[in-house]
C-alpha cells in the first residue's frame, strides 16, 4: 500500500495539471487579452470601476502567461526549475489569486454606491480614488504575500535550489500552515464576506427603489452575486485542502504515505479549478458596464467597415 505514495500525484499533475493549464491559457488568455486592448484602445472615458476591472485583467493575464511553462513542467516531470522563475511564479500566481477577490470586492462596492449616488457623487466613485485604491490594494497583496517568498526562498537554499515547490509542500509546515490560515482569512475569507455584504446591501436598497419608482434594478446584484458565488465555489475548495495537506504533514499526526498522497492529490485536484477564475473573469468585465460592451461593438463595426472597403 505504501507504493501509492509515489504513483497518485505525479499522475495527477502529469495527465490532469498539464492539460488543464493548457487548457486554461488557451481559453483565458485570448479572453483577458480581449478585454486589455479593449480597455486601452477602445473605451474613451474611464470611471472607478473600469480601474478595477483593467487592474483585474492584467493581472489575471500575466497570470495566465506562466501556466504554459507549469503546464510543460507537469508534462515531462521536470521538477528543477530556474530559482527566479519559481519564485517569479510563485509570486504571480499568489499575487492574481488575492488581488483578484480584492478588486472583484471593491467592484461590487463601486456598483453599490453607484446605485445609491447616481450622479457619482460620492468620492469612492471618483477616478481618483479608485487609482488610491488600486495601488493600495497592490500594495496590501505583496505586504501578504512577501512572508510566502520568504518561506519559497528559504525552502530553495535547503534543497541547494534544485526543487520547486508548491505552497502545501514547502518544509516547516508548522509556521506555514499558520501563515497559510492567516492568509486564507484575510486574503479570501474577508473580500468574500466583502461581496457578499455588498450585493445583500443593494438587496435592500433596491427593493426600496422598486416600491417608489416600480422598476427593476436586478442586473447588477444578480452580476455581483454571481460573482461572489464563483469565488466562493472555485476557491473554496483550493483553501480548505491547501490547509488540510499542510496539516497532514505535521511531524505529530504520523500519517502513512497513502493517506499524505491522496490529501496532496485532493489538493492537486483543487489548483486548476481555482485558477479557473482568471478564465471566467472576462464575463464579468462585459456584464458590469454597457461603456465597455457599447465601445468594443463601436470598434469592431469600425474594423468591419475598413475590411469591407478594402475588400
Avoid at 505514495?5 to 481559453?27: A, D, H
Avoid at 510543460?72 to 517569479?88: D, E, P, T, W
Wanted: some cysteine; glycine content about 4%; overall charge positive.
Amino acid at each position: 500500500m505504501e507504493n501509492c505514495s509515489s504513483v497518485l500525484s505525479p499522475l495527477l499533475e502529469k495527465y490532469y495539471l498539464s492539460p488543464m493549464y493548457g487548457l486554461e491559457f488557451t481559453i483565458g488568455f485570448i479572453g483577458n487579452l480581449v478585454v486589455v486592448l479593449g480597455y486601452i484602445f477602445c473605451l474613451p472615458a474611464w470611471k472607478s470601476t473600469n480601474v478595477y476591472l483593467f487592474n483585474l485583467s492584467v493581472s489575471d493575464l500575466v497570470f495566465l502567461c506562466t501556466l504554459p511553462e507549469l503546464s510543460y513542467n507537469y508534462a515531462y516531470n521536470q521538477k528543477k526549475f530556474n530559482s527566479s522563475l519559481c519564485v517569479g511564479n510563485r509570486y504571480i500566481l499568489n499575487v492574481n489569486l488575492y488581488s483578484s477577490i480584492l478588486f472583484m470586492m471593491w467592484v461590487s462596492v463601486d456598483r453599490f454606491l453607484l446605485i445609491c449616488h447616481p450622479q457619482r457623487e460620492h468620492i469612492l466613485l471618483t477616478l481618483k480614488a479608485a487609482i488610491i485604491i488600486t495601488i493600495l490594494n497592490w500594495i496590501w497583496v505583496t505586504v501578504q504575500i512577501a512572508p510566502l517568498i520568504v518561506f519559497i526562498i528559504q525552502d530553495l537554499e535547503q534543497n541547494n535550489w534544485t526543487a520547486c515547490r508548491d505552497f502545501a509542500s514547502l518544509r516547516n509546515p508548522h509556521v506555514t500552515l499558520i501563515y497559510s490560515i492567516i492568509l486564507t482569512i484575510t486574503g479570501y475569507v474577508i473580500p468574500l464576506i466583502g461581496l457578499f455584504l455588498a450585493s445583500q446591501k443593494m438587496v435592500s436598497f433596491l427593493i426600496k427603489r422598486q416600491e417608489v419608482l416600480g422598476t427593476s434594478f436586478q442586473r447588477p446584484v444578480r452580476i455581483v452575486r454571481s460573482a461572489a458565488i464563483m469565488f466562493l465555489l472555485l476557491y473554496t475548495p483550493f483553501h480548505v485542502m491547501r490547509n488540510v495537506r499542510l496539516a497532514s504533514r505535521l511531524p505529530e499526526l504520523n500519517l502513512s504515505g497513502c493517506v499524505l498522497d491522496y490529501i496532496n492529490g485532493a489538493f492537486i485536484v483543487t489548483r486548476p479549478i481555482a485558477f479557473a477564475q482568471s478564465v471566467i473573469n472576462p464575463v464579468f468585465y462585459f456584464l458590469m458596464t454597457d461603456s465597455f460592451k457599447e465601445a468594443l461593438q463601436d470598434k469592431w463595426r469600425q474594423i468591419k467597415r475598413m475590411i469591407m472597403r478594402s475588400s
